[in-house]
């Protein structure tokens, strides 16, 4: 019992340092998990020894992933995209079966091994690429339509691939007559549940959401998921097919999202669990020895994987940029190949070197996949000849729409935030330009008249060709710190002294913001509990000034830009305008006077002028004392009305009163 309970907390904590590390480089855990394995295995420090109780809990965790794919099920979505995964899709795996089958064939082995090794080939990583392609703003993008299509068709064809590998091992004679009584068995199995399981799966679930019982939801969840795949396994098929048809059934009713949610730990924990024990499966001694077939295995995976699917999605005539993205998104293996490669072994029909190389292989293909997907861009221009055309008119047109706007703010994103924005700077005749990577959503905005272009905000070239060096402020309206952290580190580089406001999901990444250059960086979390603070207060009768100057407080705490603005009465008028104090940007270039001085020498207090910030390289925001001392490069956020602006910059920049 002790050797259990060890080997468990050695688990969990590999688990726990595994994940820690992966988020920090912004790699899947599930590399991690296979390396740890690999690491920790019976073949290498044989830490922990391969047993059967951990692989038969490790398979629990492909039966929850099959279940949630099959929440993720969805017949409407099918026939929005039937031409992208029934055609570009269905073409990809024929070919690379038939491609993997014929190797094989050539090299003496038998059919059932290739179509194997073909099936698993074929399967490329649904988290990892929708994860990365998610990451860089690219899951609407025609390149990642297409790979989502071609890994929805990879998901559902893993269904048959599990019916038909556990009879490959049987004697050929017997091989037509097994799977025919397989394929019957599915039609009968899917027949009573889909039917039977229509009936009673709606009524159930309301009867058990009816208890007000989350622990009785969750057990509910566990019996049915569990208790199908049972049915199925013991109808002669796969754990992970019943799992699979648990989670349609569930899909058609109203708690789908609910139980997402709750099955998600379960299937974290047991899927890490999987790769960890397919990570000690492997022997280096067979790697070591086997190297040469691993090198062309990854090559099948990689290059000649990213060709056909490339030379597929051309066929399907899409553009040579698109059909290159497709392809370097799709280079690689998946977590289903790991499935499919475990049930080939149990059935003893594929040689164990061969299963232990395409193993090491996968692994390294997905190892490479993040580098390659980062590099895509460069790749494409100087494989496809046509993109830098496609780039350059794309960028014509931006240009050519920016061309009048002087004064403008860049907006980075056009979603619910970005739409909101815009038409409070409309109301206020503050010209916007907006950029965003939807085709549809540009496509809705410009037949308004609205100013919105297709260009990727986080691109160089884009920016510019925007009118970022004419612009008067640039705001991030979409919550993805990896993006903007790019969009920072390039206006820093070619318009340091520009004001960029970020939007990010809660604090946690203020301050890396702060120090990348942002102005400001606005939570939706903070923002989102002053309005319950002050809807609460209001309702519990708290006077409605109280309620004001609470809100203001918390707001001038935290933001120091706008901190001493909710003062006075007459805000309302608009010939009071200009009179107002406001914030204004001023850059310290090489050659300005106030480089040396500290803030104190400078006494723009006597201008009635307010230093409310300082920006420097890879430093957050500061509130400057009177001994800070200015360099050059430094941004001054300055407060005051028009005409003391105006002469504090002429003593800042020139040294005249």
Known sequence: MSS????????????????????????????????IGM???????????????????????????????????????????????????????????????????????SWQVGLALGAAMAMSSTAMVSKLLSDRNELNAPHGQNAFGILLFQDLAVVPFLIMIPVLSQPTEQLAASLS????????VLTLLLWLGQKLMRPWFNLVAKQHSSELFML????????????????????????????MLIAE??????????????????????FVTVGMNLDFAILLAQWPLILALVILLGPVKIMIIAGLARLFDHSPGTSWRTGFALGQGGEFAFVLLALAAGQNFMPSALLQSTVAAI??????????????????????????????????????????NTGHVILCGYGRSGQSLGRILHSENIHFFALDLDPEKVREAGAAGESVVFGDAAKREVLIAAGLMRARALIVTYADTHSAMKILEMVHQIRPELPVI?????????????????????AEIMEGSLMLASHTMMLLGVPLNRVVRRIREVREARYQLIRGFYRGSNEESE????????????????????????????????????????????????EPSYDFQLQNGDVMVLLGVPENLAAAEILLLQGNR
């Open 502 to 522: 970020v939007r990010t999901q809660d604090d946690n990444d203020i301050d890396l913001l702060k120090n990348a250059g942002a102005a400001e960086v606005v």
């Open 363 to 404: 692994i390294l293909s997905m190892m490479i996949t993040p580098f390659l997907i980062e590099h895509s861009d460069k790749l494409v221009l100087r494989l496809a000849s046509s993109e830098w055309m496609n780039l350059a008119a794309n960028l014509h047109q931006i240009a050519v729409r920016s061309m009048a």
């Open 575 to 622: 010939d009071s305008d200009r009179h107002q104090p406001r914030l204004h940007t001023v850059q310290l270039t090489q050659n300005a006077h106030a480089i040396g001085y500290t803030i104190g020498e400078l006494a723009l207090n006597q201008l009635h002028v307010e230093v409310r910030s300082i920006r420097r390289k890879n430093q957050a925001s500061t």
């Open 4 to 35: 259990i309970l060890q080997n468990l907390l050695l688990l969990l904590a590999i688990a726990v340092v595994t994940v820690v590390i992966c988020r920090k480089i912004k790699l899947p855990p599930m590399l991690g998990y296979l390396l």
């Open 220 to 247: 509910n969840i566990l019996l049915i998921t569990l208790g199908i795949a049972w049915l199925t396994e013991l109808a002669g098929l796969s754990l992970a097919l019943g799992a699979f048809l648990a989670g």
């Open 253 to 274: 009713t109203e708690y789908r999202y609910q139980v997402e949610d709750d099955i998600r730990p379960f299937r974290d924990l047991l899927l890490g669990l999987f």
């Open 39 to 109: 690491v920790i295995g019976p073949h290498a420090l044989g830490m922990i020894p391969s047993s059967e109780e951990a692989s038969h809990l490790a398979e629990f965790g492909v039966v929850f992933l099959m279940f949630t794919l099959g929440l993720e099920f969805n017949l409407a979505k099918l026939k929005a995209m039937r031409r992208t995964v029934f055609g570009l899709g269905l073409s990809q795996v024929l070919s690379i079966l038939v491609l993997v089958g014929a190797i094989v064939m050539l090299f003496g082995m």
């Open 181 to 188: 009584f397989a394929a019957l068995k599915i039609i009968f």
